[in-house]
Protein backbone atom coordinates (compact mmCIF):
# COMPACT_ATOMS: atom_id res chain seq x y z
CA UNK A 1 0.00 0.00 0.00
CA UNK A 2 2.52 2.19 0.65
CA UNK A 3 4.27 1.67 -2.68
CA UNK A 4 1.32 2.08 -4.99
CA UNK A 5 0.79 5.58 -2.47
CA UNK A 6 4.22 6.68 -3.39
CA UNK A 7 3.89 6.20 -6.89
CA UNK A 8 0.39 8.05 -7.00
CA UNK A 9 2.20 10.64 -5.30
CA UNK A 10 4.68 11.02 -8.35
CA UNK A 11 2.35 11.02 -10.62
CA UNK A 12 0.11 13.62 -9.14
CA UNK A 13 3.51 16.12 -9.06
CA UNK A 14 4.06 14.90 -12.47
CA UNK A 15 0.79 16.09 -13.71
CA UNK A 16 1.02 19.33 -11.91
CA UNK A 17 4.46 19.81 -13.75
CA UNK A 18 2.88 19.27 -17.08
CA UNK A 19 0.19 21.37 -16.31
CA UNK A 20 2.18 24.32 -15.28
CA UNK A 21 4.34 23.87 -18.12
CA UNK A 22 1.35 24.04 -20.60
CA UNK A 23 0.35 27.43 -19.57
CA UNK A 24 3.61 29.55 -20.47
CA UNK A 25 3.84 27.71 -23.64
CA UNK A 26 0.21 28.55 -24.88
CA UNK A 27 1.00 32.03 -24.34
CA UNK A 28 4.27 31.64 -26.09
CA UNK A 29 2.16 30.61 -28.92
CA UNK A 30 -0.49 32.83 -28.50
CA UNK A 31 2.16 35.70 -28.70
CA UNK A 32 4.36 33.96 -31.74
CA UNK A 33 1.06 34.01 -33.70
CA UNK A 34 -0.22 37.35 -32.80
CA UNK A 35 3.79 38.92 -33.77
CA UNK A 36 2.96 37.05 -36.87
CA UNK A 37 -0.49 38.73 -37.62
CA UNK A 38 1.29 41.89 -36.47
CA UNK A 39 4.19 42.00 -38.72
CA UNK A 40 1.80 41.09 -41.79
CA UNK A 41 -0.28 43.98 -40.83
CA UNK A 42 2.75 46.41 -40.62
CA UNK A 43 4.70 45.08 -44.01
CA UNK A 44 1.67 45.48 -45.62
CA UNK A 45 1.13 48.88 -44.44
CA UNK A 46 4.57 49.86 -45.15
CA UNK A 47 4.16 48.75 -48.78
CA UNK A 48 0.74 50.87 -48.93
CA UNK A 49 3.30 53.86 -48.05
CA UNK A 50 6.02 53.61 -50.40
CA UNK A 51 6.26 55.28 -53.52
CA UNK A 52 4.64 54.05 -56.29
CA UNK A 53 5.95 53.53 -59.61
CA UNK A 54 2.63 54.91 -61.20
CA UNK A 55 4.24 53.98 -64.64
CA UNK A 56 2.45 54.28 -68.30
CA UNK A 57 3.93 52.26 -71.34
CA UNK A 58 3.02 53.35 -74.70
CA UNK A 59 3.90 51.32 -77.64
CA UNK A 60 4.16 52.89 -80.98
CA UNK A 61 4.79 56.29 -79.50
CA UNK A 62 5.61 58.41 -82.33
CA UNK A 63 3.31 57.97 -85.60
CA UNK A 64 4.81 60.54 -87.22
CA UNK A 65 6.81 58.47 -90.10
CA UNK A 66 9.43 61.72 -90.55
CA UNK A 67 10.12 61.53 -87.09
CA UNK A 68 11.34 57.99 -86.81
CA UNK A 69 13.03 57.96 -90.09
CA UNK A 70 14.95 60.82 -88.78
CA UNK A 71 15.45 59.25 -85.38
CA UNK A 72 17.12 56.39 -87.42
CA UNK A 73 20.49 58.58 -87.58
CA UNK A 74 22.64 57.14 -85.59
CA UNK A 75 25.28 60.14 -85.87
CA UNK A 76 22.31 61.69 -83.72
CA UNK A 77 21.78 59.91 -81.04
CA UNK A 78 25.61 59.93 -81.17
CA UNK A 79 26.21 63.60 -80.72
CA UNK A 80 23.18 63.68 -78.40
CA UNK A 81 25.17 60.85 -76.07
CA UNK A 82 28.48 62.32 -76.59
CA UNK A 83 27.02 65.75 -74.81
CA UNK A 84 25.61 66.58 -70.91
CA UNK A 85 21.92 67.06 -72.83
CA UNK A 86 19.52 70.18 -72.15
CA UNK A 87 16.98 71.77 -70.62
CA UNK A 88 13.72 72.87 -72.39
CA UNK A 89 11.77 75.60 -70.78
CA UNK A 90 8.11 74.61 -71.97
CA UNK A 91 7.19 78.51 -72.82
CA UNK A 92 9.97 78.36 -75.54
CA UNK A 93 9.07 76.57 -79.29
CA UNK A 94 11.10 73.55 -79.20
CA UNK A 95 14.48 74.15 -80.86
CA UNK A 96 15.58 70.70 -82.02
CA UNK A 97 14.35 66.94 -82.27
CA UNK A 98 14.99 66.15 -78.55
CA UNK A 99 12.47 69.03 -77.56
CA UNK A 100 10.12 68.04 -80.08
CA UNK A 101 9.73 64.85 -78.74
CA UNK A 102 10.20 65.94 -75.33
CA UNK A 103 7.04 68.46 -75.51
CA UNK A 104 5.22 65.29 -77.47
CA UNK A 105 5.90 62.99 -74.74
CA UNK A 106 4.36 65.23 -71.80
CA UNK A 107 1.44 66.81 -73.49
CA UNK A 108 0.04 63.42 -73.04
CA UNK A 109 0.58 63.08 -69.32
CA UNK A 110 -0.81 66.72 -69.10
CA UNK A 111 -1.03 66.55 -64.75
CA UNK A 112 2.99 67.03 -65.03
CA UNK A 113 3.32 68.90 -68.29
CA UNK A 114 0.87 71.70 -66.39
CA UNK A 115 3.37 71.71 -63.25
CA UNK A 116 6.30 71.73 -64.49
CA UNK A 117 8.44 74.75 -65.81
CA UNK A 118 10.26 72.66 -67.91
CA UNK A 119 12.12 69.36 -69.10
CA UNK A 120 15.42 68.00 -68.33
CA UNK A 121 16.49 65.59 -71.68
CA UNK A 122 19.45 63.78 -72.63
CA UNK A 123 20.52 60.34 -74.41
CA UNK A 124 22.62 57.11 -73.34
CA UNK A 125 23.78 54.40 -75.72
CA UNK A 126 24.75 51.46 -73.43
CA UNK A 127 26.44 48.08 -73.99
CA UNK A 128 28.10 45.48 -71.85
CA UNK A 129 30.99 47.53 -71.18
CA UNK A 130 28.89 50.77 -70.42
CA UNK A 131 25.85 49.49 -67.71
CA UNK A 132 23.64 52.02 -65.94
CA UNK A 133 23.33 50.61 -62.35
CA UNK A 134 20.76 51.42 -59.87
CA UNK A 135 20.20 55.35 -59.20
CA UNK A 136 17.83 57.39 -58.21
CA UNK A 137 17.33 60.73 -60.81
CA UNK A 138 17.68 63.73 -58.50
CA UNK A 139 19.60 67.65 -59.18
CA UNK A 140 23.01 66.38 -58.68
CA UNK A 141 24.29 69.99 -58.24
CA UNK A 142 22.14 71.23 -55.81
CA UNK A 143 22.89 67.91 -53.71
CA UNK A 144 26.88 68.41 -54.21
CA UNK A 145 26.46 72.16 -52.73
CA UNK A 146 23.89 72.32 -50.45
CA UNK A 147 23.59 68.60 -49.46
CA UNK A 148 20.00 68.78 -50.38
CA UNK A 149 18.28 66.30 -52.16
CA UNK A 150 15.45 67.65 -55.05
CA UNK A 151 13.55 64.79 -57.68
CA UNK A 152 11.76 65.78 -60.85
CA UNK A 153 8.55 65.81 -60.59
CA UNK A 154 8.39 62.39 -63.28
CA UNK A 155 10.80 60.88 -65.75
CA UNK A 156 10.12 59.27 -68.92
CA UNK A 157 12.18 57.19 -71.53
CA UNK A 158 11.71 56.85 -75.10
CA UNK A 159 13.16 54.02 -77.65
CA UNK A 160 13.06 55.97 -80.85
CA UNK A 161 16.47 53.87 -82.38
CA UNK A 162 15.88 50.70 -83.85
CA UNK A 163 18.64 49.02 -81.59
CA UNK A 164 19.40 45.21 -81.47
CA UNK A 165 20.33 43.87 -77.92
CA UNK A 166 20.30 41.24 -75.68
CA UNK A 167 18.85 42.19 -71.85
CA UNK A 168 18.76 45.41 -71.10
CA UNK A 169 15.47 46.06 -69.01
CA UNK A 170 14.65 49.18 -67.61
CA UNK A 171 13.92 48.19 -63.64
CA UNK A 172 12.49 49.97 -61.30
CA UNK A 173 11.53 49.48 -57.24
CA UNK A 174 9.46 51.04 -54.82
CA UNK A 175 12.26 52.42 -53.20
CA UNK A 176 12.99 56.12 -52.88
CA UNK A 177 16.03 57.91 -51.78
CA UNK A 178 16.29 57.41 -48.20
CA UNK A 179 14.99 53.66 -48.62
CA UNK A 180 17.57 50.67 -49.43
CA UNK A 181 16.38 49.03 -52.22
CA UNK A 182 18.98 46.22 -51.84
CA UNK A 183 16.24 43.64 -50.70
CA UNK A 184 13.34 44.71 -52.85
CA UNK A 185 15.90 44.02 -55.50
CA UNK A 186 16.49 40.30 -53.74
CA UNK A 187 13.40 39.45 -52.93
CA UNK A 188 12.49 39.83 -56.29
CA UNK A 189 9.86 43.00 -56.04
CA UNK A 190 11.33 44.59 -59.54
CA UNK A 191 9.15 45.69 -61.95
CA UNK A 192 10.64 45.03 -65.51
CA UNK A 193 9.94 46.75 -68.76
CA UNK A 194 11.69 46.08 -72.44
CA UNK A 195 12.97 48.56 -74.45
CA UNK A 196 10.73 47.97 -77.62
CA UNK A 197 11.70 50.36 -80.42
CA UNK A 198 9.16 53.41 -80.81
CA UNK A 199 7.88 52.78 -77.08
CA UNK A 200 7.93 55.82 -74.08
CA UNK A 201 7.40 54.36 -70.69
CA UNK A 202 6.69 57.17 -67.82
CA UNK A 203 7.35 56.36 -64.39
CA UNK A 204 8.41 57.83 -61.12
CA UNK A 205 11.80 58.57 -61.76
CA UNK A 206 12.19 59.33 -58.06
CA UNK A 207 12.39 55.69 -57.12
CA UNK A 208 15.56 53.89 -57.45
CA UNK A 209 15.60 52.37 -60.92
CA UNK A 210 18.47 51.01 -63.76
CA UNK A 211 19.39 48.52 -66.62
CA UNK A 212 19.64 45.21 -66.21
CA UNK A 213 22.94 43.65 -67.86
CA UNK A 214 22.90 44.07 -71.40
CA UNK A 215 24.84 40.81 -72.93
CA UNK A 216 24.46 41.56 -76.58
CA UNK A 217 24.25 44.73 -78.56
CA UNK A 218 23.35 48.22 -78.36
CA UNK A 219 20.76 50.16 -76.82
CA UNK A 220 19.86 53.24 -77.27
CA UNK A 221 17.50 55.82 -75.24
CA UNK A 222 16.26 59.35 -74.34
CA UNK A 223 15.52 59.86 -71.10
CA UNK A 224 12.99 63.20 -70.28
CA UNK A 225 12.37 64.47 -66.80
CA UNK A 226 9.49 66.91 -65.94
CA UNK A 227 10.79 68.96 -63.22
CA UNK A 228 9.17 71.80 -60.84
CA UNK A 229 11.56 74.15 -61.08
CA UNK A 230 14.76 74.12 -63.35
CA UNK A 231 17.57 72.13 -61.95
CA UNK A 232 20.50 74.39 -60.67
CA UNK A 233 22.95 72.66 -63.40
CA UNK A 234 20.96 74.53 -66.41
Not at 178 to 199: C, H, M, S, T
Request: aromatic content about 12%; overall charge negative; some cysteine.
Amino acid sequence: MTKIKKSNEHKSRFDEVEDNNFIPALLVMIVAVLAFFLFRELEREEKANRPRHNTTIVDQFITNENILEKLQNRTLWEACDDSSGGWWDKNSPPTNIWEEISAQIWKIRPEYYESSEGFEWWCNILDGRRPLSWHIDKDEKELRLNNRLVHPIMGAVYYGYKHMFEGGLLQTVDAGAYDNPKELIEWGEVQEIAANFNRLVVFNASLWHGVSEIRKGERFALAVNAWEKKPSGY
